[in-house]
C-alpha cells in the first residue's frame, strides 16, 4: 500500500514562502502522476497544483500560477511544492496526493487519486 506524508507547513507572514515535501512509499513512484491539493474550513478539496511522472509536464490552478512550483525527485520517491509570495488565501490544509492508474476524471478532480497524505497546515497571516 502506498504511503504518503507531507512535511514543510507552518504559519508565514503574507509575501513569505514554504517549501512541503511529500515522501512516499512503493515501487510506482516514478511511473505516476502526483498532485498536491488543499482544503480550507468550510470549502471544497480543491487542486494546486500537478506533475508528471517524468517531471516535464506540470498544472498549476490559476490561483497560484506564476507562485507557487511543483517538482519531483524520483530517485527520493518525493513531490515537492515550493510556494512563493504566499496570500491569506493560501491558507489550507495541503495534501499531496498520487494519481490512479485507473484515469476516469480529469487530473484537476479529486476523485483521480486514490492514496492521499495527512496533510499538512499552512497559514498565512496578513
Known amino acids: 500500500q502506498v504511503q504518503l506524508v507531507e512535511s514543510g507547513g507552518g504559519l508565514v507572514q503574507a509575501g513569505g514562502s514554504l517549501r512541503l515535501s511529500c515522501a512516499t512509499s512503493g515501487r510506482t513512484f516514478s511511473s505516476t502522476t502526483m498532485g498536491w491539493f488543499r482544503q480550507a474550513p468550510g470549502k471544497e478539496r480543491e487542486f494546486v497544483a500537478a506533475i508528471a511522472w517524468s517531471g516535464d509536464n506540470t498544472y498549476y490552478a490559476n490561483s497560484v500560477k506564476g507562485r507557487f512550483t511543483i517538482s519531483r525527485d524520483n530517485a527520493k520517491n518525493t513531490v515537492y511544492l515550493q510556494m512563493n509570495s504566499l496570500i491569506p488565501e493560501d491558507t489550507a490544509v495541503y495534501y499531496c496526493?498520487?494519481?490512479?492508474?485507473?484515469?476516469?476524471?480529469?487530473?484537476?478532480?479529486?476523485?483521480?487519486?486514490?492514496?492521499w497524505g495527512q496533510g499538512t497546515q499552512v497559514t498565512v497571516s496578513s
Open positions: 496526493a498520487r494519481r490512479s492508474p485507473l484515469v476516469m476524471y480529469g487530473l484537476r478532480d479529486p476523485r483521480s487519486y486514490d492514496s
